[in-house]
């Protein structure tokens, strides 16, 4: 049964999306040293969990090519709308989803049949141990996606498949994730930290 999705929608040409195109500081930023953006190397890139298309718009628009895997039907045709949204824009935008693959699937059935160098994986997060409200955005997001009870799995999966680096974006404070090796290094951000899972690190 389709779920009331309120005004939801996945903008990459206005907002908060587009001011981080502009202003976000490019490769210097959190997400893409994470995923191993250095001087000279632009990484291929999954993002297993795309949600809003945030994360995979930026590294796109550094040069990365990105697939990005949905699992969820009314997810995938907000991105999809939004993709199209964005194309249709033209110039900047048009080159930067030109850079962008949308797959709908479940991330563990799909990253075995991909090559990539680096998977990125912002499962849905825990509840906060705060009693501050999540943005009603998320809370949207939320809604339509469940809980991904699976992330362990996912994460076990990406590790096995992954041929560099494997990124776990998880909120500063949040607990390890259990049930998994731990990270390589961390870089941590004031809410958002991302454990980076190196493989085969030479």
Not at 27 to 40: E, H, N, T, V, W
Request: net charge positive; proline share 4%; glycine share 8%.
């Amino acid at each position: 049964m389709t779920q009331n999705i309120g005004e939801l929608q996945v903008d990459f040409v206005s907002g908060a999306v587009a001011h981080r195109l502009r202003f976000g500081g490019g490769r210097k930023q959190d997400l893409p040293k994470a995923m191993g953006f250095r001087s000279g190397v632009t990484p291929t890139i999954v993002d297993a969990t795309a949600g809003l298309g945030r994360d995979s718009f930026l590294l796109a628009s550094l040069g990365a090519h990105v697939t990005m895997i949905e699992r969820s039907q009314e997810m995938h045709a907000l991105l999809a709308q939004g993709m199209e949204r964005a194309l249709n824009e033209g110039g900047e935008f048009r080159d930067i989803i030109g850079r962008m693959t949308l797959i709908k699937g479940d991330a563990k059935d799909v990253l075995p049949e991909l090559k990539c160098e680096s998977i990125l994986i912002d499962p849905m997060h825990p509840p906060r141990k705060n009693s501050a409200l999540v943005k009603r955005e998320l809370r949207q997001v939320r809604e339509i996606v469940g809980t991904d009870d699976d992330a362990v799995e996912l994460m076990q999966v990406a590790l096995e498949h992954a041929q560099k680096r494997v990124v776990l974006k998880w909120p500063a404070k949040a607990d390890p994730m259990n049930g998994i090796r731990k990270y390589s290094h961390q870089i941590l951000g004031k809410s958002t930290r991302y454990d980076v899972f190196m493989i085969n690190p030479s």
